[in-house]
């Protein structure tokens, strides 16, 4: 919910390390970082300071951030700054390292170098000013505003290619997506063995503070960004834990994304969050410190977005987190596959306490690849634990990174690792079925540009209902659930609004935050346009009273000259003298643009068009008069008084003043007659054909199914299902169901085929001449392509 300034003053920075030739945008990011560290530093320090610690600035004074700001050259942060802070790891050794998060970036910064050409000093000056403005309570020690992690949050937006081994961003509304499917409680321990910016352990931070914020305060942005998620209704040591570091582990191989990601993650409010480089699938080194955080079974929730980058080095994994390529032999000692995208889901699984949860995106080829890794990774998931949903991502998600089709994958652990990985093939699979949804709208378009689509529908509000209904036998699936979308005007309630209006009550309350206008002034409407009309209704009436007053004296002066003059030559010099007098009111009122808001001014700008009409409108009043000859009544006219009165329309103007953002509300209204098909459905894993030739030894039980129609125990018990060779026995399952069918979890495998999508204007004999065409179209193609290979053409 940034306002279009602070927008413009993000691009601004942008084009500043632009021109200072730093084009790859992780670098220039990673520059802003750095200054941002050294800008957090230093309060840190003051309050390592108030706790009786020694300062880490001892001789080195010339590296605080508020004298950084005084000698703005490049040389010095080269020179004197960045070696320095190099050795803060060995600093706070001699000085004893604090827990108030300065180890935390002492332990990111051995390597930190600044990369702006030294002859770039009015550049780095202006980026200095406009860090300073842009993240002015990042020193503070409460840096989690809202508006600091979405100024952050929006830097980062700008990348726009792919990083290294094929990472790029998570859009954050996929991030809130999931998270809401997972629905983290306070205290949980979360872990993204892919990280990147950290994404997804900042929006479960949301998440949690949004779950337990009184409604009447949170407000909902189009795409699901909370704001005003205070976290009131929180239990006494809640907030505390929601906050805890220790709750949110990440891990990235890319050491400038993991510096950027704390930074992200510390401006979002968790203060000291163990994000770290490391390779979540690497082997591990017997004194390895980070062994604590990547032990089997430590975290209640993993969420995630690894990269697909195709194959890992064998040699290199962890090997007790995969399941072995063989039973004997070299292959005892190998993981199953090299396929990072497969390894990825198996160390979630490793991580996951039993009852733990996971919801991650994978490329589409997990969930139908017919390799050996790829059958026993699906097997696993739906034999030894429980698959909870298969959310199909429409193919542009993740445009302009990648165009790949991606799924999102949610499970809970059931077994331990290895009990899982031995399959008893007669057990019936923990999963008995799976519930899949199809996005095809969300909340941008699906092209390179990724266009925002506010207001419109979009299915992940739709998805998210039906997840948490998905066992509710009766529910309907062609009911489509959307939130209701307004308009609000909000601002920032600054220094220079307390000025303009010190005796309303509500903008003193709202004072250093953002607020909606409605909210500090409640005689205003909440709609945006609803509130300008009803300013200018009201004060329409008195900029008119007022111009009229203003030219009363010129106005009689040329009515009085008219009475023994000629009215055709007359009346042009009468207009001329009322416009002369019409540009003094008009410099009066442009006098007080001052009481306007500098930085987003939709208040003056309405402003100027009403005092603009109102003062024409005075002007062809009073010629009308003169050139009918009436009577003009003298006004006694106080220029002063006039100018006061100004003032005041002027402030109620200003009240305007501000953003347009919108909103969505809390509450998802049910839709009837907006699907003509399920978006959603489910797939059995495991169905038994009918056998009623079978009977128990006793004689008993006869048939393979009992009254109900459900395959009895006894039955399921003595049936061999997979030959010697791990192949599937022909006739014993439904074709149709998930085990049969090579464990594919495709969403599309299992769609209901429906004949309201077969609908057509056109008769059977239309399609059938249209498919003959088709067909011949393909066979003509087939025979070019036959005289190619043979060499004729």
């Known amino acids: 919910m940034l306002s279009p300034h602070l927008k413009r003053k993000v691009d601004a920075l942008w084009n500043k390390f632009w021109s200072a030739g730093i084009t790859n945008p992780l670098v220039a990011i990673e520059q802003i970082t750095y200054l941002l560290f050294l800008k957090r530093l230093e309060a840190l320090d003051n309050y390592r300071v108030s706790k009786g610690k020694p300062s880490i600035y001892t001789d080195a004074d010339r590296c605080r951030w508020s004298y950084i700001k005084q000698d703005r050259t490049p040389q010095h942060l080269l020179d004197v700054v960045f070696p320095w802070l190099r050795q803060l790891e060995t600093k706070l050794a001699e000085t004893g390292a604090s827990e108030n998060g300065i180890e935390a970036i002492g332990n990111r910064m051995s390597d930190a170098y ?33 508006v600091m992690g979405d100024t952050f949050e929006y830097l980062l937006s700008e990348i726009a290619t792919a990083g290294k081994n094929g990472q790029f961003r998570t859009p954050r509304h996929i991030i809130r997506f999931m998270v809401e499917l997972l629905d983290p409680e306070p205290g949980a321990h979360i872990v993204d063995p892919a990280a990147g910016t950290g994404g997804f352990l900042f929006s479960t931070l949301q998440y949690m503070l949004k779950q337990n914020t009184d409604p009447d305060n949170l407000r909902i942005e189009w795409d699901g960004t909370p704001y005003r998620a205070y976290g009131d209704q929180l239990p006494e040591d809640g907030y505390e834990q929601i906050h805890n570091g220790a709750n949110y582990t990440g891990f990235d191989n890319d050491r400038t994304m993991v510096r950027i990601g704390w930074m992200n993650m510390v401006l979002h409010g968790i203060e000291n969050p163990e994000l770290h480089q490391r390779d979540s699938l690497g082997k591990r080194r017997d004194d390895d410190p980070m062994a604590p955080l990547l032990a089997s079974e430590r975290y209640d929730y993993v969420l995630a977005n690894p990269p697909f980058t195709g194959t890992v080095d064998i040699g290199d994994l962890d090997i007790s987190a995969f399941p072995r390529a063989g039973k004997t032999g070299k292959k005892a000692n190998q993981a199953i596959t090299g396929k990072s995208e497969l390894l990825f889901v198996w160390r979630m699984l490793d ?92 909340a941008y378009t699906l092209d390179q540009k990724r266009n925002e689509r506010k207001g419109q529908n979009n299915d992940l509000w739709d998805a998210v209902v039906k997840f948490k209904e998905r066992e509710i036998d009766n529910a309907d699936d062609l009911l489509y659930y959307q939130p209701d979308y307004y308009a609000e005007r909000w ?73 023994s003059a000629n009215t055709e030559k007359e009346m042009p010099v009468a207009k001329a003298a009322l416009k002369r007098e019409a540009s003094r009111f008009t410099k009066l009122c442009n006098q007080q643009k001052t009481v306007f808001d500098q930085e987003d001014p939709i208040g003056w700008k309405l402003f100027q068009k009403t005092y603009q009409a109102e003062v024409e409108i005075a002007i062809d009043f009073y010629a009308r008069q003169i050139e009918n000859r009436d009577t003009i009544d003298h006004i006694e006219m106080d220029e002063e008084r006039i100018k006061e009165k100004i003032k005041t329309v002027a402030k109620a103007f200003a009240k305007l003043d501000g953003y347009d953002v919108m909103l969505r509300t809390l509450e998802l209204k049910k839709r009837e007659g907006m699907l003509s098909e399920s978006k959603c459905w489910s797939a059995p894993v495991r169905i038994f054909v009918k056998n009623d030739e079978w009977q128990n030894e006793d004689g008993l039980l006869k048939g393979s199914h009992d009254e109900t129609g459900q395959v009895r125990p006894e039955y399921a018990a003595t049936i061999n299902l997979y030959d010697g060779k791990g192949n599937l026995i022909d006739g014993l399952l439904d074709p149709d169901c998930i085990e049969a069918r090579g464990w594919n979890l495709s969403a599309g495998q299992y769609k209901p085929f429906t004949f309201e999508a077969m609908k057509s204007d056109k008769s059977v004999v239309e399609m059938i001449s249209d498919l003959r065409k088709k067909e011949q179209k393909i066979l003509e193609g087939i025979d070019t392509l036959l005289a190619m290979v043979e060499g004729k053409v």
């Open 351 to 442: 991580l996951l306490r039993i009852g733990g949860r996971c919801a991650v995106i994978v490329p589409e080829g997990v969930l139908f690849g017919n390799t050996d890794a790829h059958i026993k990774l699906r097997r696993e998931l739906l034999t030894e634990h429980l698959i909870e949903g298969i959310i199909s991502l429409p193919s542009g998600v993740f445009q302009p990174y990648a165009g790949v089709k991606t799924s999102i994958l949610i499970f809970q652990k059931e077994t331990g690792k290895l009990d899982a990985r031995t399959w008893k093939e007669n057990e019936m699979p923990r999963t008995q079925n799976v519930w899949f949804y199809e996005v095809s709208d969300e």
């Open 114 to 146: 600044f990369q702006l050409d030294p002859n770039k000093a009015a550049i780095l000056s202006e980026s200095i000013d406009l860090i300073d403005k842009l993240f002015e309570r990042a020193d503070s020690m409460n840096a989690s505003m809202d």
């Open 491 to 563: 601002r920032l309630v600054d220094q220079h609004a307390l000025e303009v209006f010190p005796d309303v009550k509500e903008v003193a309350l709202w004072k250093d935050r953002f607020a909606a206008v409605h909210e500090l002034f409640p005689d205003l409407p909440s709609d945006p346009a609803k509130m300008e009309e009803v300013v200018i209704n009201r004060q329409s009436p008195q900029l008119q009273i007022l111009a009229q007053d203003f030219l009363n004296e010129t106005a009689r002066n040329a009515w009085e000259r008219l009475q």
